[in-house]
């Protein structure tokens, strides 16, 4: 081999290491980032919810986070996050309370980027590390500096806004619409952000200091200890020697938004006037059908909302039928018979009647009365109920009381107690003594897996308990016991066991004999209560948004698991009939195999993205053949679409074996809800509704005897001007 070549092979060897080494050097210094969990504050054991890659994750102390990630906290979590490139600390990270934060790796290019949908956060970056952080509004760049975020929208003009605050270090904020309105925030300066404006820097009040000294501190030693990390170190005096305070701040215009959840304001006593008075002028306009009758609909729903603490809102419609103009049947009627404008004059003079009815048509006219705790530690929920369901669906059944509307209205009520060991709720259909009322206790051992939970209930229905006349009365109760096991019950999977058991038992009593059909039978026919027992036992299994519950069922007599469901409310006016033969036969023959059912009930559940959900259950027992389909759909945009669009669909059918044989068998056994609504315009909704009920009574009667619907509009005249104006400037 000649000397010129060795020479060559030499130098392409050489060429080829010294390649090596840089390329090496190369991907040394694009070191890979992460974050890791230092610290999760939580008062209630309740995990912040996480998505990574669009999927509901679980996070923990010291878990990992290298991919792009949604972090959701709630009241009282917190969490406290370093984040590192390669080997060394690239900056600390503090989500507060109510905060949504998108975080953002781009690991090809390096880049870190931040996005505060509504919340706060505070970052503190070690020595030449940046940071980006994005919104709809603006953006801002940041190199070895401690600054903190706010941002929210606010609720009456839909307007972004917030602030960003330094506390070491500077920082540039550009408005995304206007490149040349930017502005350098110094230390000890806060620059505020309108929309896309991008305000002129001014100097942080003690007060401002004094709130993020006391709720954006910092909980890991190794985090406070570091040189780099300034807020936890710094005191008024050092404020004080650095700024000379202005008295004169709007603290009004400055006050932080740390402690306020999604975009809504902390203090109750703050009410933005413009904003009650544009919920208190609304208007609802709609064509609307019940009782073989089409009228018109014309009703103010005004509301006062306290910042989502405390709600309060009145319905006040007038259902008239021009074609009945000349007669006393030009006011359609509510629950089949009740005038609700009378206020007791059509009931003849009976005291009894009057009292009870101008109760009734008072109540009807609040749509809603809500307060819930700061703490929610409980909540008082009245007027429109919806998607009611006890503990795993055992007696009471997705309960939706709007889907009764405008035919049949309720004054419905929920109380709910809410502990880490104790939950409590108290249900009444109607607050007068006219509807199904439930009290439900929960004791549970504090953890969301490993958990073990024994739950004690009761229904009563007291639809037909008011009697003015001589008839029986019947209130029947159920009373039931689960004990439930939560092997483990995490954001990615849950498994769990139970076994429940219930008795059901039909009370009666006449006012008028004072005699009782419950108490003969009791007499006579002790046995007979054997025959109104019900269990089941089974798994509850979830990955993700599917989750899938599967029980083994037995039933007995009247009662029945899933009992009080929307087909048993419709269909109850024939309930006393069924009650009464019941225990009519009992008397004459006693009990015999046949009343015992056994069978099974499997439900589904789906959840796809975050704008459909699906529920689905399959019932059925026999010996005496009885089976139930349910299934439930909802579409809604979730404001997150430029024109809202919410579409909800509910169908049950029972006896599906023998409903498919005739018309007049579908119509007895099946239930049918449809509504969607649109909102073109802000202030402006468009609800189409419409149902179809089982015809209980004449089956004879022509098929839109069971047909409703209510078809129509509803407008905030004062919100749309409003939208209007903001845009137009």
């Given at each position: 081999?000649?000397?010129?070549?060795?020479?060559?092979y030499?130098?392409i060897?050489?060429?080829?290491?010294?390649?090596?080494?840089v390329n090496?050097?190369?991907?040394?210094?694009?070191?890979?980032?992460?974050?890791i969990?230092?610290?999760?504050?939580?008062?209630?054991?309740?995990?912040?919810?996480v998505?990574i890659?669009n999927?509901?994750?679980?996070?923990?102390?010291?878990?990992?986070?290298?991919?792009?990630?949604?972090?959701?906290?709630?009241?009282?979590q917190?969490?406290?996050l370093?984040?590192?490139?390669?080997?060394?600390?690239?900056?600390?990270?503090?989500?507060?309370?109510?905060?949504d934060?998108t975080?953002?790796?781009?690991?090809?290019?390096?880049?870190?980027?931040?996005?505060?949908?509504?919340?706060?956060?505070?970052?503190?970056?070690?020595?030449?590390?940046?940071?980006?952080?994005?919104s709809?509004?603006?953006?801002?760049?940041?190199?070895n500096?401690e600054?903190?975020?706010?941002?929210k929208?606010?609720?009456?003009?839909?307007?972004?806004?917030?602030?960003?605050i330094?506390?070491?270090?500077?920082?540039?904020?550009t408005?995304?619409?206007n490149?040349s309105?930017?502005?350098?925030?110094?230390?000890?300066?806060?620059?505020?952000?309108?929309?896309f404006?991008?305000?002129?820097?001014?100097?942080i009040?003690?007060?401002?200091?004094?709130?993020?000294?006391?709720?954006?501190?910092?909980?890991?030693?190794?985090?406070i200890?570091?040189?780099?990390?300034?807020?936890?170190?710094?005191?008024?005096?050092d404020?004080?020697?650095?700024?000379?305070?202005?008295?004169?701040?709007?603290?009004?215009?400055?006050?932080?938004?740390?402690?306020?959840?999604?975009?809504e304001?902390?203090d109750?006593?703050?009410?933005?006037?413009?904003?009650?008075?544009?919920?208190?002028?609304?208007i609802?306009?709609?064509?609307?059908?019940?009782?073989n009758?089409?009228?018109?609909?014309?009703?103010?729903d005004?509301?006062?909302?306290?910042?989502?603490r405390?709600?309060?809102?009145?319905?006040l419609?007038?259902?008239?039928?021009?074609?009945?103009?000349?007669?006393?049947?030009?006011?359609?009627?509510?629950?089949?018979?009740?005038?609700e404008?009378?206020?007791g004059?059509?009931?003849?003079?009976?005291?009894?009647?009057m009292?009870?009815?101008?109760?009734?048509?008072?109540?009807?006219?609040?749509?809603?009365?809500k307060?819930?705790?700061?703490?929610?530690?409980?909540?008082?929920?009245?007027?429109?109920?919806?998607d009611?369901?006890d503990?795993?669906?055992?007696?009471?059944?997705?309960?939706n009381?709007?889907?009764?509307?405008?035919e049949?209205?309720?004054?419905?009520?929920?109380f709910?107690?809410?502990f880490?060991?104790?939950?409590?709720?108290?249900y009444?259909?109607?607050?007068?003594?006219?509807?199904?009322?439930?009290?439900?206790l929960m004791?549970?051992?504090?953890?969301?897996?490993?958990?073990?939970?024994?739950?004690?209930?009761s229904f009563?229905?007291?639809?037909?308990?008011?009697?003015f006349?001589?008839?029986?009365?019947?209130f029947?109760g159920?009373?039931?016991?689960?004990?439930?096991?939560?092997?483990f019950n995490?954001?990615?999977?849950?498994?769990s066991?139970?076994?429940?058991?219930?008795?059901?038992?039909?009370?009666?009593?006449?006012?008028?004999?004072?005699?009782?059909?419950?108490?003969?039978?009791?007499?006579?026919m002790?046995?007979?209560?054997?025959?109104?027992?019900?269990?089941?036992t089974?798994?509850?299994f979830?990955?993700?948004?599917?989750?899938?519950?599967s029980?083994?069922?037995?039933?007995?007599?009247?009662?029945?698991?899933?009992?009080?469901?929307?087909?048993?409310?419709?269909?109850?006016?024939?309930?006393?009939?069924?009650?009464?033969?019941?225990m009519?036969l009992?008397?004459?023959?006693?009990?015999?195999?046949?009343?015992?059912?056994?069978?099974?009930?499997?439900?589904?559940?789906?959840?796809?993205?975050?704008?459909?959900?699906?529920?689905?259950?399959?019932?059925?027992?026999?010996?005496?053949?009885?089976?139930?389909?349910?299934?439930?759909l909802?579409?809604?945009?979730?404001?997150?679409?430029?024109?809202?669009?919410?579409?909800?669909?509910?169908?049950?059918?029972?006896?599906?074996?023998?409903?498919?044989?005739?018309?007049?068998n579908?119509?007895?056994n099946?239930?049918?809800?449809?509504?969607l609504?649109?909102?073109?315009?802000?202030?402006?909704?468009?609800?189409?509704?419409?149902?179809?009920?089982?015809?209980i009574?004449?089956?004879?009667?022509?098929?839109?005897?069971?047909?409703m619907?209510d078809?129509?509009?509803?407008?905030?005249?004062?919100?749309?001007?409003q939208?209007?104006?903001?845009?137009?400037?």
């Amino acid at each position: 081999m000649s000397y010129n070549k060795i020479i060559i092979y030499i130098f392409i060897i050489i060429l080829l290491i010294s390649t090596s080494f840089v390329n090496a050097q190369t991907q040394q210094e694009k070191k890979e980032i992460y974050a890791i969990v230092t610290r999760i504050t939580s008062s209630n054991n309740d995990m912040p919810a996480v998505y990574i890659e669009n999927e509901s994750a679980q996070i923990m102390d010291n878990d990992i986070i290298s991919s792009n990630v949604v972090i959701i906290t709630k009241d009282n979590q917190k969490i406290e996050l370093i984040l590192y490139q390669g080997e060394e600390i690239h900056s600390y990270i503090f989500i507060a309370e109510n905060t949504d934060l998108t975080f953002n790796i781009d690991q090809v290019k390096s880049l870190i980027s931040l996005n505060v949908k509504y919340g706060g956060i505070r970052v503190s970056l070690r020595e030449k590390r940046e940071i980006n952080y994005n919104s709809e509004t603006v953006r801002s760049i940041s190199t070895n500096a401690e600054f903190g975020v706010i941002s929210k929208v606010d609720i009456n003009s839909n307007i972004r806004e917030g602030y960003f605050i330094v506390f070491n270090g500077s920082l540039e904020v550009t408005s995304l619409r206007n490149a040349s309105n930017k502005e350098i925030v110094q230390k000890y300066y806060m620059c505020q952000f309108t929309g896309f404006n991008v305000l002129k820097p001014k100097k942080i009040s003690r007060e401002i200091f004094s709130l993020w000294k006391s709720r954006m501190i910092f909980s890991v030693n190794s985090i406070i200890e570091d040189k780099n990390v300034y807020l936890e170190k710094m005191n008024f005096s050092d404020l004080d020697k650095m700024i000379a305070v202005n008295k004169d701040i709007d603290l009004k215009r400055e006050e932080p938004l740390i402690s306020e959840t999604k975009d809504e304001t902390s203090d109750i006593r703050k009410i933005d006037k413009a904003k009650l008075l544009a919920d208190l002028l609304s208007i609802q306009i709609s064509a609307i059908g019940f009782n073989n009758d089409i009228g018109i609909k014309f009703a103010l729903d005004p509301s006062i909302n306290f910042n989502d603490r405390f709600e309060l809102g009145l319905y006040l419609p007038v259902y008239y039928a021009p074609y009945n103009t000349m007669n006393e049947n030009r006011f359609m009627k509510v629950n089949g018979v009740n005038n609700e404008w009378s206020f007791g004059s059509d009931q003849g003079g009976a005291a009894d009647r009057m009292v009870f009815d101008i109760f009734s048509d008072l109540l009807l006219k609040i749509n809603k009365i809500k307060y819930t705790h700061p703490d929610k530690l409980f909540i008082i929920n009245y007027g429109d109920i919806y998607d009611i369901s006890d503990f795993l669906t055992y007696s009471l059944v997705s309960y939706n009381s709007f889907i009764f509307h405008p035919e049949y209205r309720k004054s419905s009520m929920s109380f709910k107690i809410n502990f880490r060991w104790f939950e409590g709720t108290i249900y009444a259909e109607d607050v007068l003594p006219k509807g199904l009322y439930g009290l439900e206790l929960m004791f549970m051992t504090p953890f969301t897996s490993n958990r073990l939970r024994f739950r004690l209930s009761s229904f009563f229905d007291f639809y037909n308990f008011m009697k003015f006349e001589t008839e029986e009365s019947f209130f029947p109760g159920q009373f039931n016991a689960t004990v439930d096991y939560d092997a483990f019950n995490v954001n990615f999977m849950r498994f769990s066991l139970f076994s429940s058991f219930g008795a059901y038992m039909p009370f009666s009593y006449n006012n008028y004999t004072k005699t009782s059909l419950f108490k003969t039978l009791l007499d006579e026919m002790p046995p007979a209560m054997l025959n109104n027992f019900s269990a089941s036992t089974g798994f509850v299994f979830r990955v993700l948004r599917f989750a899938i519950q599967s029980e083994f069922v037995y039933d007995s007599g009247l009662n029945k698991v899933g009992i009080f469901d929307n087909l048993y409310m419709i269909k109850r006016e024939l309930n006393p009939d069924y009650i009464e033969d019941w225990m009519r036969l009992m008397l004459k023959r006693g009990i015999v195999h046949t009343d015992q059912h056994y069978g099974f009930r499997v439900l589904f559940n789906f959840e796809i993205t975050k704008f459909i959900f699906i529920d689905l259950s399959y019932q059925m027992t026999f010996l005496e053949y009885y089976d139930k389909i349910y299934f439930k759909l909802l579409l809604d945009s979730n404001d997150e679409w430029k024109v809202r669009f919410a579409f909800f669909t509910l169908f049950e059918l029972e006896y599906i074996g023998v409903s498919f044989q005739g018309l007049s068998n579908l119509r007895k056994n099946s239930i049918l809800h449809m509504g969607l609504t649109i909102s073109p315009l802000t202030g402006l909704d468009i609800d189409l509704r419409a149902s179809i009920f089982p015809e209980i009574f004449v089956l004879s009667n022509p098929w839109h005897t069971g047909f409703m619907f209510d078809c129509g509009v509803k407008i905030k005249p004062l919100v749309m001007y409003q939208k209007i104006k903001n845009k137009n400037e």
